[in-house]
C-alpha cells in the first residue's frame, strides 16, 4: 500500500512559470514531511521540509503547504527556472524519540520539465 | 551536513556474482539506510542498519540476498548476493543526521548496478 501518494507524475512548466506538485497521506501519525530533488545520475538532495506545527514554510523560491486536516501537502516552485529541471520526490516519517526519524515513506516521484 | 560517498559508482556484472557497495560518512551518525531505486522509479527501503544491531530488513528483502555490515559509525557495506537481472538498480545509501533541533535525512551519490 501506498503510503505517500504523489501528483502529477510529470510536469512540464514555462520558464518563470510556478510548478506545483501535490502528495496525499494516510497515516496521521506522520509528522515529518520533506522534499527531495534528484537530477540523472545523482542521489536525492533534500530541499525542504515541513513539520506539522506550521501550514507553510518558504525557503528562497520553493515553499511547501501543508493541510493536516485534509492530509495533504504541496510543494510549489516560483519564478521556475531551467535549472529546475529534475524528479521531484515527496516523503514522509513518524518521529520518535523526540527528534529521531527513522524510515521515510516516498512518493513515486514528478519528472519536472521547466522549458526556456 | 553529513558528506556521504559510496563506492563503486557504478559497476557492471555478470549473473550470478556478488557485489558490496560501501557507503563512508565524515561524521559519527547513528541511523544509515540502504535504498534501491529501479530506473525511473521511487526509492524502496531495504533495510535499517544501525551500529551494534542486526540490520532490520523490510518485507521482500532478505539477510541472505542483502548482507549488511555495520562496524562503526562512520561506514556501512551492502552485498547484493547472486546476482540476477532484476538486480539492475540504483543502491543509495542515507543517513539521519541531527542538525538544531531536528534530525534530517541525508542521501549519498548511489551506486548504479547492471547486471548482465
Known amino acids: 500500500q501506498q503510503q505517500v501518494k504523489q501528483s502529477p507524475q510529470s510536469l512540464i512548466v514555462q520558464k518563470g512559470g510556478i510548478s506545483i506538485i501535490n502528495c496525499a497521506y494516510e497515516?496521521?501519525?506522520?509528522?515529518?514531511f520533506p522534499w527531495y530533488q534528484q537530477f540523472p545520475g545523482k542521489g536525492p538532495a533534500l530541499l525542504i521540509a515541513?513539520?506539522?506545527?506550521?501550514s507553510e514554510k518558504k525557503e528562497g523560491r520553493f515553499t511547501i503547504s501543508f493541510n493536516k486536516s485534509a492530509k495533504q501537502f504541496s510543494l510549489h516552485i516560483m519564478d521556475s527556472q531551467p535549472g529546475d529541471s529534475a524528479t521531484y520526490f515527496c516523503?514522509?516519517?513518524?518521529?520518535?524519540?523526540?527528534?529521531?526519524?527513522?524510515?521515510?515513506?516516498f512518493g513515486r516521484g514528478t519528472q519536472l520539465t521547466v522549458w526556456p | 551536513s553529513a558528506v556521504i560517498s559510496q563506492k563503486p559508482s557504478r559497476d557492471i556484472c555478470q549473473r550470478g556474482t556478488s557485489l558490496t557497495i560501501q557507503c563512508q560518512v565524515d561524521?559519527?551518525?547513528?541511523?544509515m539506510f540502504w535504498y534501491r531505486q529501479q530506473p525511473g522509479q521511487s526509492l524502496t527501503l531495504i533495510a535499517t542498519?544501525?551500529?551494534?544491531?542486526?540490520?532490520?530488513?523490510e518485507s521482500g528483502f532478505v539477510i541472505d540476498k542483502f548482507p549488511i555490515s555495520r562496524p562503526n559509525l562512520t561506514f556501512s557495506t551492502l552485498t547484493v548476493s547472486n546476482m540476477s537481472p532484476e538486480d539492475s538498480s540504483i543502491y543509495l545509501c542515507?543517513?539521519?543526521?541531527?542538525?538544531?533541533?531536528?534530525?534530517?535525512?541525508?542521501f549519498g551519490p548511489g551506486t548504479r548496478l547492471t547486471v548482465l
Open positions: 542515507s543517513v539521519e543526521e541531527g542538525l538544531a533541533v531536528y534530525n534530517e535525512q541525508f
Open positions: 497515516n496521521t501519525a506522520f509528522d515529518y
Open positions: 515541513i513539520r506539522p506545527d506550521v
Open positions: 516523503a514522509a516519517s513518524k518521529s520518535w524519540r523526540g527528534s529521531t526519524l527513522g524510515r521515510l515513506y
Open positions: 561524521s559519527q551518525v547513528t541511523m
Open positions: 542498519a544501525n551500529q551494534g544491531s542486526e540490520a532490520t530488513y
